[in-house]
């Protein structure tokens, strides 16, 4: 028994040691977020879909994107994560200040897509600890916990391997990427925006309108957004 409680005790202060040992994350540049934000929200997607997969037994698009694979919650939590953490250099500090970060993230992404988009992509009402049915006390916690793997040990290795590709070739792909999600996001917020509208009866007679609603019905939203809620 003694043997035990030394064992755990040592164990215990091993892991103190760790939580409060300073980190340093290698250089980047603004090129880098475009890596950044493009990987965390492929690899968002395909967390989701696996997920849904093992869980409901069916595949959902859970992209949230009209014409690429990254989901922009996660790919915007990853930048911002990553920015606001920078002086953040310890284990247990990417743990709290993470569960803090994500918590504030998700609650203020729900609620600008609920009154600025007219519509809602999650709804945590009925679940355990939820503020405001927006996000959840257990879902920051993760979100902690996800932050400090992503600082101790996704972005450093992330960011050494994009540092890799040739300087100019870097900075072209990054600026092609970028471009992508710009027009991604200009095909993606109209076609919210009108789904909303259309689900309460509000129609535009105007050239863009009528283009928006044919190419981005009802049908095609459904299937890109399927847990949305609209109406």
Known sequence: MKDLIQTVNQRTH???QWLDKPRTMPRWDAYD???LFAIAGTVGTVYEEVLIALTHGVFENRSGSIITTVNWVYGMGAVIMFLALQRANRPWQHIA???LLGG?????LSLIQQYLLGTRSWDYSGKFLNIGGRTTIPYMLVWGLLCMACMCWLFPPALRLVH??????RHTIAVVLAVIMLIDLSL???AIVRYGQRAHGVYFDNPYCRWVDRVFDDAFMRSRYPNMQVG
């Open 14 to 16: 091993d892991c103190a």
């Open 33 to 35: 977020m475009v890596y």
């Open 164 to 169: 890799r590709i040739p300087e100019h070739a």
């Open 104 to 108: 504030a993230v998700e609650f203020t």
């Open 188 to 190: 993606m917020v109209p």
């Open 97 to 99: 200040y993470g569960a």
